[in-house]
Nanobody, 121 residues
Framework: QVQLVESGGGLVQPGGSLRLSCAASGSIFSIYAMGWFRQAPGEQREFVAEITDLGRTSYADSVKGRFTISRDVAKKTVYLQMNSLKPEDTSVYYC???????????????WGQGTQVTVSS
């Protein structure tokens, strides 16, 4: 069984910074893409950033230049450094990893439990 555990959320003032972490554990053969999504109350979950197994990154237009996704392959951990935070960044942030649990097993998407980020003065 695989678990994704997120940390690093909290309350921050506009213009401030936070760093989210998401660590995977359990029976993992390989991890492909790692990413972050967010969901505000009453809104659909939206893409924030992704890093592939080749290290290629992509970002939503709304966070480009402010957020940076990175990973530690050995620790099976993905990070999201969030700078210049705005009130509209307030959401629950979820990590997602595309995982294989065995060589002959098809990959699937697993999600973290979510961590609240609130940007307010």
């Amino acid at each position: 069984q695989v678990q994704l555990v997120e940390s690093g959320g909290g309350l921050v003032q506009p213009g401030g910074s936070l760093r989210l972490s998401c660590a995977a554990s359990g029976s993992i053969f390989s991890i492909y893409a790692m990413g972050w999504f967010r969901q505000a109350p009453g809104e659909q979950r939206e893409f924030v950033a992704e890093i592939t197994d080749l290290g290629r990154t992509s970002y939503a237009d709304s966070v480009k230049g402010r957020f940076t996704i990175s990973r530690d392959v050995a620790k099976k951990t993905v990070y999201l450094q969030m700078n210049s935070l705005k009130p509209e960044d307030t959401s629950v942030y979820y990590c997602k990893m595309t995982i294989k649990t065995g060589f002959w097993v098809r990959e699937y998407d697993d999600w973290g439990q979510g961590t609240q980020v609130t940007v307010s003065s």
